[in-house]
């Protein structure tokens, strides 16, 4: 395995032009700021499956659903006497189960290879999308023997290129900020009643209900996910609803090679949080914070700083007060609008240490300020001071 490199989208779409021109067997292995991990499967420098993100599970069921099965997703159980898996080599489910199964499937024609075809384009695209709205991400090649049979091999210029017009589109929808594996959820029912018609609220109260991303409606639907989220935003902007994070779904595999039940995970630490868009500054803080037991987010990008924020909901914010476009002021102002951040501590870093900046700090709703450049001893002094009651056992503060 290579050693990962942190890349940009345009990086990787070169990437993976290379690796076509050197007919690359093996796995490609992605991770996104967010904690976000896919796997791309190629053979001979194309894709011939992908998968990973925060909903893999989702996502092959709701294409299962949409290009094999032309049904909704209240059908999807259905699908469950499907997933006996004591035709497939133990190997094989734990390689990719999703990949294998569809395999087997074809082999026994419950499904087609064109419907197999388009689901699994489908997937990659979806896959391809979350990657280009990532931004940045970690790259890793993997070489070993490919997925076999291959049922698809997709160009991963092309794919790159069309998952790029969709996030052209996206963006153009202004909607840029917003993941279509979250789920609107109705958050003032009294209120969006009375704005809308009894027909409506009944068809709202049935969509929105959390426990559907926007991806899973817009195949219930039958409408594009870009018009499914713009027709939210007037509901959110009112407040009326709002867009959660939901699990992903249990894998649906039979009973034959299930695994053990993993052993349950300790309580995790309390994440802490620094938008800077300085990566050096990202960097010192995450060796300072991760070497005593907390988890680190680096927000980089001023300008999706909040949905990032929104998506993580970290326990403890480190604010930069100098960024290209916005400020920490005006960040910081936004997130105190918001009820999940409104008591959650905010340290301003800064390079001015001046009383204005300290005063305009407190006005804004900012907890403390922090000068740079940081120190360690300092660092953890506030992170000690704010998030002692959350500690456990393994953070040692000094």
Not at 135 to 143: D, G, K, P, S
Not at 175 to 197: G, W, Y
Not at 315 to 320: A, G, R, Y
Not at 370 to 375: G, N, Q, T, W, Y
Request: net charge positive.
């Amino acid at each position: 395995m290579m050693t990962s490199q942190h890349i940009t989208i345009t990086a990787f779409a070169n990437k993976l032009t290379a690796l076509k021109q050197v007919r690359f067997s093996g796995r490609l292995l992605l991770k996104g700021p967010l904690g976000q991990e896919w796997t791309f499967y190629c053979y001979m420098g194309r894709i011939v499956y992908a998968t990973g993100g925060i909903h893999p599970v989702r996502r092959w069921q709701r294409n299962l659903a949409a290009h094999c099965f032309n049904a909704g997703l209240h059908k999807l159980d259905q699908l469950k006497s499907m997933t006996d898996t004591s035709g497939l080599s133990a190997d094989a489910v734990n390689t990719c189960w999703e990949y294998s199964l569809l395999c087997l499937w074809l082999q026994q024609q419950r499904i087609t290879r064109d419907q197999v075809v388009r689901m699994i384009q489908s997937i990659i695209l979806e896959v391809l999308f979350d990657v280009t709205q990532a931004l940045h991400v970690t790259f890793q090649i993997q070489q070993e023997h490919p997925l076999s049979p291959q049922l698809v091999l997709i160009d991963a210029e092309q794919g790159v290129a069309e998952a790029q017009k969709i996030w052209n589109i996206w963006k153009t929808a202004k909607i840029s900020d917003v993941f279509p594996d979250r789920a609107p959820l109705i958050k003032q029912p009294e209120l969006l009643q009375q704005k809308t018609s009894a027909t409506a609220y009944k068809s709202l109260t049935l969509l929105f209900d959390g426990q559907r991303s926007l991806r899973d409606i817009s195949v219930q639907t039958k409408r594009n996910v870009t018009e499914v989220t713009r027709s939210l935003l007037p509901y959110i902007e009112a407040g009326l609803v709002e867009l959660i994070n939901i699990p992903d779904l249990p894998v649906p595999i039979g009973p034959t090679h299930q695994e053990k039940a993993p052993i349950q995970a300790a309580p995790k630490s309390p994440l802490i949080a620094c938008v800077d868009d300085s990566p050096l500054v990202c960097q010192t803080m995450e060796k300072i914070l991760t070497a005593v037991g907390y988890q680190f987010l680096a927000v980089q990008d001023s300008m999706r700083a909040i949905a990032t924020l929104l998506s993580r909901k970290p326990e403890l914010i480190f604010l930069d007060l100098v960024m290209p476009n916005t400020n920490g002021y005006e960040i910081c102002t936004q997130l105190r609008k918001v009820s999940a951040f409104r008591e959650t501590p905010i340290i301003i870093l800064t390079g001015n240490d001046g009383i204005i900046d300290r005063v305009r700090a407190k006005v804004v709703g900012a907890t403390d300020f922090l000068s740079k450049p940081v120190d360690a001893e300092t660092v953890l002094a506030v992170a000690n001071k704010y998030l002692k009651h959350l500690k456990n056992s393994s953070i040692v503060i000094g």
